[in-house]
């Protein structure tokens, strides 16, 4: 877990900076090359189609890999390690998307876009984070990432039933029996990864002609890939499952998605006047994420720990809680994706972006402050943790 939440954080820090340096070159006189870049046709895809179709499968590969481990062998293992991150994300999910839909329900090209501010970006979150040093307690950092697994879990689900295109069965039925493919070789006890990799990259040409989202193959894959803990040790790196995520781990952080987010944050402002930032598209993501991530975050964390469902992250206050919780309105890299899936209109994607920006901006900023000037981690965690 150390190692992820460092990997996650340092990579979210690394993802700023492309956001930043994209905004920046589609504002200057590189915005043309910039732009024309991302359309030119590579193999029958454009490059940014190689980008959002093909590159980040790896992500949802490791978001794969990532969900199963902690579902068998880490946080979310045992009930009592779920409940509270798992209520938490389910109002994270539900009151974003509740907001989104109240402003935009009269709208039926727009509505599509309920999804888009229900997602967290764990990668931002933790770089939010990193900068605090130990101002926030160890507990909601586990609990943040926690809780941005199981929303990955959410959207993943939401991508694959809600964002399938026209179906192309024969194509389906091939993706269906590469998956048998791989559930027989998890099911004989495989332990080289090659084979699984290979079909893999077969499912992913067969999922990318069926209809269904080309990023579900990663997942897909990933749920395959064995994992066998070693009793007293969670932290074994000799399963397929280690190995792999191991591997991949860097390569997300640091390649995979600043690529994505250089490539898909870039907004020329030509054009564009203030009347964008209150369209309902734009007011519903924003505010999506700002406020309906707080209120279904906090409000749901509060509720299940007042009721004793679960109990408080250890050594934290409410204000921690509630400062973590506007971190999680930081919806960057999946609700950019999921955007991209909604719409077809440049318009519309511009209107998603500005949306994902400012809301992302808002959650980072008072979040930041809420956790800076929130007091440091209570001396009995300091204690548990030395021990």
Not at 247 to 266: T, Y
Not at 359 to 366: N, T
């Amino acid at each position: 877990m150390r190692r992820f939440l460092d990997s996650e954080a340092s990579g979210g820090i690394v993802l700023m900076f492309a956001a930043a340096l994209a905004l920046i070159v589609a504002n200057s006189p590189l915005a043309e090359t910039y732009f024309h870049t991302l359309h030119v046709e590579i193999g029958g895809l454009s490059v940014l189609h190689w980008i959002n179709d093909a590159l980040m499968v790896v992500f949802f590969l490791l978001v794969g890999l990532e969900i199963k481990r902690e579902f068998l062998d880490g946080q979310l293992a045992s009930w009592s390690n779920r409940i509270l991150p798992g209520i938490a994300a389910a109002g994270g999910v539900a009151v974003p998307a509740l907001i989104f839909a109240y402003l935009n329900a009269s709208n039926p090209e727009t509505i599509r876009g309920w999804a888009i501010p229900s997602a967290t970006d764990i990668a931002f979150a933790l770089g939010v984070i990193s900068l605090l040093g130990s101002r926030v307690p160890t507990s909601l950092k586990v609990f943040l990432a926690t809780l941005a697994i199981l929303d990955d879990l959410a959207a993943v689900a939401i991508i694959a039933v809600f964002y399938t295109s026209d179906l192309a069965l024969p194509y389906l039925g091939g993706a269906v029996a590469a998956t048998l493919v791989l559930i027989t070789l998890n099911r004989m006890g495989v332990m080289k990864l090659l084979p699984y990799l290979v079909v893999g990259v077969v499912l992913w040409y067969l999922v990318l002609r069926s209809g269904v989202h080309a990023t579900v193959a990663g997942v897909v894959l990933a749920m395959t890939i064995p994992l066998r803990p070693a009793p007293g040790r969670p932290d074994d790196m000799t399963s397929p499952l280690h190995k792999l995520e191991h591997a991949l781990s860097n390569w997300v952080s640091f390649l995979v998605v600043p690529v994505f987010g250089f490539a898909n944050a870039g907004i020329s402002f030509s054009g564009l006047d203030a009347s964008v930032l209150t369209d309902t598209l734009t007011l519903g993501i924003a505010l999506g994420l700002f406020l309906g991530k707080q209120i279904g975050v906090f409000g749901t964390a509060w509720l299940a720990i007042k009721l004793r469902l679960s109990a408080k992250p250890m050594g934290a206050s409410w204000t921690q809680l509630y400062g973590v919780s506007l971190l999680c309105g930081i919806g960057f890299t999946m609700s950019l994706f999921i955007g991209l899936l909604s719409f077809t209109s440049d318009h519309l994607h511009d209107e998603t972006k500005i949306g994902v920006l400012l809301g992302s901006f808002l959650s980072a900023v008072c979040g930041w402050l809420v956790l800076r000037f929130s007091g440091k981690p209570k001396l009995e965690e300091k204690v548990v943790l030395a021990k």
